[in-house]
């Protein structure tokens, strides 16, 4: 690779489930840092999902990792490759282009890597075997990456943290309006799940919990919590609209 492609080999190119299918793919971390990003990661990431239309188990994979102090969990993206050139294009700069541009080479060099198609029955049942066995491999490594969080042991919580439906009673309004309200906020995401910047500024938290699916396996389930500092500038906002509605 030339020069540019070699200043991009630090976004280091991974191995994801995602469809259904073991693909490349990329930490969206990785990639905000060398972009140079001037939003927060956070929120670069979301805006450019809703803004493009990204979907989650096509085009990338959300993983709840743990900090290295055991804090509250941090969520990482797995960003399939064609996923990280629109980010890196809609940059519109430099190391958008070195890194799309990079992207393109280590798609081009994949397909170079072609096996040898296999000339008898028993070297084609040899071959679906370790195609099988690597399969097998690559998803225990995602299942030993994955928080291992009991559901009985959930992640610790801000000790006044409430339900939205619990801060909704309280207000004195439906669980589902308070979403609407907190969605209109910009407090949570479309599926309900608070942004980090809330919840870095003590006004919401999540409780986490994993649940055996009996035919899609281990699954994850985030609930959305409402601290003490986050109700009462919810009362607040809430009587404001009140006010302003009259």
């Known amino acids: 690779m030339d020069e540019s492609s070699t200043n991009t080999a630090m976004i280091a190119i991974g191995t994801a489930s995602i469809g259904g299918q073991a693909i490349e793919t990329v930490n969206a971390r990785e990639l905000h840092a060398f972009l140079e990003i001037g939003k927060r990661f956070t929120t670069w990431l979301q805006d450019r999902i809703e803004q493009y239309g990204f979907v989650e188990g096509r085009d990338f ?44 080479e280590c798609e081009r060099r994949a397909k170079e890597i072609t096996p040898q198609l296999p000339q008898t029955m028993a070297e084609a049942l040899r071959l679906a075997a370790d195609q099988a066995e690597r399969l097998e491999q690559q998803e225990r490594a995602l299942q030993e990456a994955a928080p291992k969080v009991d559901f009985a042991n959930q992640v610790e919580v801000a000790p006044d943290a409430i339900t939205v439906g619990q801060a909704a009673k309280t207000i004195g309004t439906g669980r589902t309006r308070l979403f609407s309200f907190l969605r209109h906020h910009g407090w949570v995401n479309r599926r309900n799940e608070p942004y980090q910047a809330k919840i870095e500024a003590g006004l919401m938290d999540v409780k986490v919990g994993h649940w ?22 919810l009362q607040k906002l809430w009587s404001q609209q009140r006010r302003d509605a009259a």
Do not use: C, W
């Not at 490759?81 to 700069?93: G, I, P, Y």
């Not at 985030?222 to 109700?231: D, E, H, Q, R, S």
């Open 61 to 104: 994979l959300p993983i709840l990792g743990k900090t290295p102090n055991g804090g509250r969990p941090s969520k990482e993206y797995h960003l399939s490759l064609d996923m990280a050139k629109e980010l890196s294009m809609v940059e519109r700069n430099e190391k958008g282009k070195q890194a799309r541009q990079y992207f393109i």
């Open 212 to 233: 055996e699916h009996p035919e899609k396996g281990l699954q994850e389930n985030i609930t959305a919590l409402v601290t003490g500092k986050g109700l009462v500038r």
